[in-house]
């Protein structure tokens, strides 16, 4: 017997950023349990193959549809988007990794709460996720051995965002990370000053790898898996240590956020395995024998965070009938299954 939900099959769940490998993760998810899902794209013919492809069955019998909004930062971006929807995940977040605080950091929070404003708006809405990450909490780096609870956030990187004193070539990922910790604030300050009439829950996940849906993925800036494949470690040397988790679990975690109605206004960490590259590289010499890989990388390491997980691995097993975050070799072998599906290399 399935358990109660908050919003009943059928409803339909707006997922912003539609293209994007967690947004089309998220959305897949919701349609396989019944679900409805609009979703927000900046372009409609470069996201086409969301209709024409990868969601077609869905959108040819009115399961899936597409909205634009080119902006997420622009006045009212939202308020057609939202209408009539019944629970909202916003995933959309501004990935350009510019050093420029400027150019990201008051975009991804006008963003949050523009989605928050016009969620305020529309009488229908009972659910709201927020995407967050492991980044807005604290930075994953050798040596730092801080306990994650709602509370903490990291203050460190929106202070280096805007003074522009870390390393040039961290400023990128130091401005996303002050990103993401100023925009879940902004959530969270939405909800305690505002008391909308819908649940808030954010889900806020760590480096996420695993299977890809559509070639556009393997050249994100987030197809890690990729990258150690081709060899290609130019931007993976910022990134010493670092914690695994499977899209899928992220996928799912929105959804119980959702629909799970004992889940109300809470902070999901989602991180699974502590690993490094060469850990992944390991596996993925296990899984490809005969495809050539560089060498492992110096001075890598396993990060030293610590949160409490309970009600994050409750949820996998009440929604998704896992015991457990799926592994990290779960998480590689569906990454090369995709670059070879995709790409057939």
Known sequence: MSPPTTIPEGSWVLVTGATGNVATQVAKQFLERGYKVRGTVRDLDR???????????YADRGDFELVVVRDLAADHAFEEAVKGVSAIAHVASVVTFSPEPEDVIPQTIKGATGV??????????????????????????????????????????????????????????????????????????????????????????????GEQLHRSHLKSEGAWIKKLYDGDVSELQKTPTMYNVDVKDVGLLHVAAVLDPEVENRRLQAWADGCNWNDMFAILRQLRPEHQFIDDLPGLSLPTLSSDFTLQLA??????????????RQTVEDNVKSIVALEGS
């Open 47 to 57: 996201a086409s193959w969301l209709i024409t492809d990868l969601f077609k069955a």
């Open 116 to 209: 928050l404003e016009a969620a305020l708006g529309e009488l229908s809405v009972r659910e709201f996720v927020f995407t967050s990450s492991i980044v807005a909490a604290t930075f994953v780096m050798p040596g730092n051995t801080t306990y994650v609870d709602d509370n903490t956030f990291n203050e460190p990187a929106i202070q280096l965002a805007w003074s522009r004193s870390a390393p040039e070539a961290l400023r990128g990922n130091v401005v996303y990370s002050a990103s993401k910790a100023a925009a879940e604030k902004a959530v969270w300050k939405f909800v305690e000053e505002r008391k909308p009439h819908f649940t808030v829950n954010v889900v806020a996940p760590s480096n996420i790898n």
């Open 315 to 328: 949820l996998l097993k009440k929604w998704g009938g896992q015991d457990g975050w799926r592994t990290l």
